[in-house]
């Protein structure tokens, strides 16, 4: 018998065990992301609500679609847009940025004039996270005329616009640092803040799909923020996106992930750091065979 359930004033068809496994495989294939079954709703929502906008009868159909040329090539990015956005804010760990702040404080001191501190958000969604890192290396790097380069990657088209555009609601200041506020934010309209030109001229923003890592040309990165992102990912490709972003830091930079992502990783290449508020590594500045690691 089929079934179906009402969502707001629309209604959405029952996803049974056979199209949820079907949906499910396709999201993990392409995107590398493992959607539990605690979230087959949400699933079910966004892939109905989809298919009614684009007249689609059943889920078969809408899947058919999707798997079907350029067009499906289209749709699909539109689809990924809506199952992969989450929810993020403005220096959302505390502790974490803190860590950071210590880091990039210390490494403004050691700076040569000519180098420029590299930071990367991986999974950076609508920019607050990104931005928070610039508003860090700004404190720090700007006042003795000292470079920075901030880099956000995330797979969906949509944050990634809303971060180049860097306009926010009022509400998300609420989060930032009191000695943030003044020099990092502007008005931008009524009821909206926007990020000053100076951070923004910093930040760059770009879409990478994580499990084509390995081909993005990020390298030499002394901060690479990669937080609430793993958590979505299976255990053994977690390992690989660490293994990649290993590689991507350079000699003594720290590579920072959420609480408990991955409590036992090892790299040859990483020293863990030792604390209960952060999870981080440090990249060493001798390799596994006790040679100098170039800058």
Not at 51 to 65: I, P, W
Not at 101 to 113: N, V
Not at 157 to 173: D, E, F, H, W
Not at 261 to 290: C, I, W, Y
Request: aromatic residues 10%.
């Amino acid at each position: 018998m089929s079934h179906q359930y009402r969502s707001g004033l629309t209604t959405v068809p029952e996803l049974d065990d056979v199209q949820f496994g079907r949906w499910q495989n396709l999201l993990e294939e392409r995107t590398g992301m493992c959607l539990p079954s605690q979230r087959r709703s949400f699933l079910q929502t966004s892939l109905g609500l989809r298919m009614q906008e684009v007249g689609c009868q059943s889920y078969q159909e809408y899947y058919d679609r999707v798997l079907n040329g350029p067009t499906g090539a289209i749709e699909w990015s539109t689809l990924v847009d809506r199952l992969t956005v989450q929810e993020t804010r403005f220096f959302r760990d505390p502790d974490a940025y803190a860590f950071v702040d210590q880091y990039i404080q210390q490494k403004a001191a050691e700076m040569d004039a000519d180098e420029t501190l590299e930071c990367w958000s991986v999974g950076c969604s609508s920019g607050e996270e990104a931005y928070s890192l610039s508003m860090v290396a700004d404190r720090y790097l700007t006042p003795f005329n000292k470079r920075y380069a901030i880099t956000g990657t995330d797979i969906s088209t949509i944050v990634l616009r809303k971060a180049r555009a860097g306009r926010y609601q009022p509400r998300a200041l609420d989060w930032v640092p009191q000695e943030y506020l003044a020099r990092s934010f502007k008005t931008s309209g009524i009821n909206e803040i926007e990020i000053s030109d100076h951070l923004r001229k910093r930040c760059c923003f770009s879409q990478v799909n994580i499990l084509n890592l390995s081909a993005c040309p990020l390298n030499s990165q002394h901060v690479i923020y990669c937080q609430n992102v793993l958590i979505y990912f299976r255990r053994w490709r977690r390992r690989e996106i660490l293994n990649v972003l290993a590689e991507r830091l350079a000699p003594g930079g720290i590579l920072v992930i959420g609480l408990g992502e991955m409590v036992d990783f090892q790299h040859p290449l990483l020293e863990p750091v030792r604390s209960s508020q952060v999870s981080a590594f440090v990249r060493k500045k001798t390799n596994p065979t006790g040679e100098t690691t170039r800058r």
